[in-house]
């Protein structure tokens, strides 16, 4: 009688066994036990954990005829690994896991003998797609987290939820939750992806790489070597052979870029093709991805049979297939069929076989698009400076001692000191600069058009005899800059190069020459120490001058509003003379010997004096200039100030003085209460010690001179110095200032 309970226990042990088995394959019961009870709107394969799909590493598709077995390595790329050995599409990698973790159901069909009358319809057995998605199980295998059959698309659209947005339904088929026969429409579409086979699944991008993370450039273009590197992300490309020099920076963006965007129209084995010899260009791409390289090897280009469309083979490194690309951008049609040839055209004539992602309106980079040679690559900037990194510079002539120099007064921020420019020629002492025109110069000079490279040296080859035919050894113009200091650099391609920016001095050369090539006159410069010469645009050189008033500070009468003392206006009658109290901001003054000092208006009268002291002139003039000395014989009026200049120089020496005789004394905190401390000793001699002052007086003459002319403007003298200038018509006007009351 025991036997029973036996056979009883082990039909139970074999039958937990079964059940133990089909839960590590599919991780539910419902295998065993039949239908899966679904509900519309249910997500299919993401209701209880979303987070599987994040896991699945290992994926298979299969259709009528082929099948591909897919895994994903540490990096997270997706690759092919049977039938042959390549790499899944990213963007249908992204395709398949959004329809799969979205995938709702819309509704599903019954299974009756219309249903099974019209399964061609469905899809799910004529023309079948079926995807099985897996994750590691955590013990060195892998369970299955979604299994199903795609069909056909269906007729209906389903509503996203937010009651406007509608979406496109597709049949499926699963047996991932039993022995379930049924048909069901759930939400999405992913049909397009298969329209090709499943070899059409392959990457059709050559190239992956971060951008930022390259750092050298090696682009071997029919024979000729072009190598282009940079130290850091940060830092600026630079052209390392054939020649020394900056890139541009653009250009090399776009190459990379372009790369990234490259698209196969058709991706093979590599031994189904047979290709040239030899590529008819080569790029290598090195960055902080490691010691690997990436390259890619470009072929002749061919076309089909009828065509004009031009195409290329093209081949990687790290993949054993061949792509095809467009060689050279699509022909551009007009008028009224231009949309459907551009279509057409879009389409080439080469086998379905592996026809990947060839759609219609598609804007695909050609390969005639990569910037490859020495003359895309290279920067057509003359001089490659930041204009706000100039601590100063000197701009002189090689004949005659006929030069400016100009320097940097830093500024301070926080004290709200703007940067001051100072500049001195070669017989004047520094004096305030115009800011704004040492700007605009030093904006030209970073931005310099440059129209052509007209000759390069080798690296280590002597300039000389090329700087001797363009006459750049005898220079109209010799410019150097000093950038603030920074000795950082680095070496690239065994070259000395800067690491951010070339801190040290810079010194360029600049003639105005007969082109040996053209026989016509045009300016020529170069940088000492680099290997190239360059014609530029006049749009820069008209800036160059050497003549005072083009760098002079276009501020009139700087004056400081203490040391007014006294007002004189001047209307070719009785003069209206004002005398100026600072401290009690009072006006007093006198009109043909009579007081009018209750007639004066003060706040008229001060803000007049305010717009004086920032008065700036429209441009300096020569001191011969004929017609402006000719037209001022007879001024229209004149305004005359005189100074009280006080000399602080002795205030700072007593500064110093009490520092140095002080310096072993500590300050307690009852001194510095009671103000008995060195420093309120310094602060007491120097409000109570007497300065010295000087006097000074500072007149301008006012005449027009062109009233009849769209733009009319003034004349003007500072007749201490004789400086002649030209203001707005404006500006002049308001020089007649109202100052007394009626």
Known sequence: MRILPTIFLSLLAAGAITLSAFL???????????????????????????????????????????????????NGTWWIIRPFKDKLSPSAVQAIFTFTANARLVDTLPLNNITRGNMREFGVETAPHTIVLKKPDGADGLTTVARYTLGSSSPWLADAGDGETLLPTSYLRTSFYGRDKRIHVVSGNIQHLFKDGLEALRDPSPMQFDVAQVRKITINNAGNELKIGRISAESPWNIALPIITGADEDNVQKLLLNLLNLKALRVEDSIEVT??????????????????KQEIRFYESFSQDGQDQKYCHAVVNDRPVVFTLLAEPGAQHKGSYARLIKSVCELPVLPKKAMAQVRMNQQRVSVSELPKNLDSLRSMKFADIDDKDISRFSLRATRGRAGIRALLIPGDDESKVEDTWMFATADTKYSKADSAGVTRFLKGLANIPVEEIV???????????????????????????????CMLRATLFGHDLPMVKDRSPRTFLLRRFTDPRSGKHAWFGTEMGTSSIARLSTKFTRMLSLRAE????????????????????????????????YLGETWSGTLKGEDVTPRINPHRTTYYLRRLQDMKAAQWLDSADEEALKTLQQPAFRVKLDLEITDYSDAENTVIEQEDRSSHLVDTPEDMLQEQGDDADILRSLATMERKTHKETRTIEIAPAAYDSERPFFYGRIVETGQLFIIPFEDAQSLAGDFLDM
């Open 275 to 292: 290709l040239p010899e030899k590529p008819v260009c080569t790029i290598t791409l090195e960055g902080d991805w490691g010691e690997k």
């Open 455 to 485: 000759a390069d040296a080798a690296p280590g080859e002597d300039m000389t005899p090329l700087l001797k035919e363009y006459g750049l050894h005898a220079p109209d113009y010799i410019l150097s800059i000093q950038p603030r200091p």
């Open 550 to 581: 083009k760098w002079k500070d276009r501020n009139l009468l700087a004056f400081p509003l203490s040391a007014v003392r006294t007002l004189t206006l001047d209307f070719q009658q009785a003069p209206l003379v004002l005398h100026y109290e």
């Open 24 to 74: 590590a394959i599919d991780g539910n019961l419902a295998r065993i036990t039949g239908w899966y009870r679904f509900e519309p709107g249910m997500p299919l394969f993401a209701l209880k954990n979303s987070g599987e799909l994040n896991d699945v590493c290992w994926m298979r598709i299969k259709d009528l005829h082929d099948e591909i077995v897919c895994a994903k390595d540490e």
